[in-house]
């Protein structure tokens, strides 16, 4: 057996956090200290208000936000200011809204590091999937319901992302979309072509654990109408229905029995 490098030391020049989708309360113990530890914090657009405010005033902030499909700062540009920013010694946190290991763009920017000779340790966070089944009072998995759980994106670097729609249109698939607002009829279409009932819920969480969050359920079949009144980022939960609407349905089930 080999011993393998760990990428959770103690310290090291470069710390990738993930902030969790919004709240404070979603920080880790670990991220809140690399924060308060850090000399200087890169940050993405959709690290929440709460968690940038406890960034202490003296720390320099360098924001790196992408606008979805709008201006942009390119990847290689975030590549070189981390390489360039851990060069003067300055303790670095990369701080990414989620968890920094899920759509997160962590595997370019490790490698740039270590094409650079320069160590790094990686702090996951809540990613805002898991906050969303939260905030509808659901598991994301269930016995007897699913026993496996997708995380998927609405698209890549190709354009809408292809995914295996045949196994995810059967009955009781559980998927958390990410970026699915612009792909969303095109989501619709392969599912259903592939047997996914028009009924199966999809429910839509925006700006998750903000202070502006909102809940949508919708359906396969509803789903690009009610993804036209979003404003901001969500993440799309097929395959599960708020617990307080399926309460509710229950009861009007007994109202009208
Ligand atoms: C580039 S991905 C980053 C995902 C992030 N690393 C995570 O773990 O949540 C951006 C997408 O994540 C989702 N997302 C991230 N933060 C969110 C939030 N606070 N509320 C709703 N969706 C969010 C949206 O689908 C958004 O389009």
Redesign the pocket.
């Known amino acids: 057996m080999t011993d393998l490098p760990t990428f959770v030391p103690a310290s090291a020049p470069v710390t990738f956090v993930g902030a969790g989708?919004?709240a404070a309360a979603h920080l880790t113990l670990g991220a809140f200290r690399a924060l308060q530890d850090a000399d200087v914090v890169i940050h993405d657009r959709?690290v929440g208000d709460e968690v940038m405010a406890l960034i202490p005033a003296h720390v320099r902030r360098i924001d790196v936000g992408k606008e979805g499909f709008g201006p942009s700062t390119t990847q290689s540009t975030i590549n070189a200011t981390l390489v360039a920013q851990a060069l003067t010694g300055a303790r670095v946190v990369r701080l990414?809204?989620?968890?920094?290991g899920?759509?997160?763009r962590l595997d370019e920017e490790m490698d740039a590091l270590e094409a650079a000779g320069i160590a790094f340790r990686i702090l996951p966070g809540l990613?805002?999937g898991t906050v969303?089944a939260a905030a509808i009072g659901q598991s994301l998995t269930k016995r007897g319901r699913n026993g496996s759980l997708r995380i998927v994106t609405g698209h890549d670097m190709e354009g809408f992302a292809e995914q295996d729609w045949r196994g995810m249109a059967r009955t009781g698939e559980v998927a958390a979309i990410?970026?699915?607002k612009k792909s969303s009829r095109f989501i619709q279409g392969r599912l259903m072509m592939h047997g996914a009932s028009p009924e199966t819920p999809v429910t839509i969480?925006?700006?998750?654990?903000?202070p502006d969050q909102r809940v949508m359920a919708a359906t396969l079949a509803t789903l690009p109408e009610a993804v036209a009144q979003l404003d901001g980022?969500?993440?799309l939960l097929y395959g599960l229905s708020p617990r307080r609407a399926r309460a509710a349905l229950t009861e009007l089930k007994e109202a009208s029995a």
């Open positions: 989708p919004g959709l990414k809204g989620g968890d920094c899920i759509f997160g990613t805002s969303a990410y970026m699915g969480v925006e700006n998750v654990s903000r980022p969500a993440v």
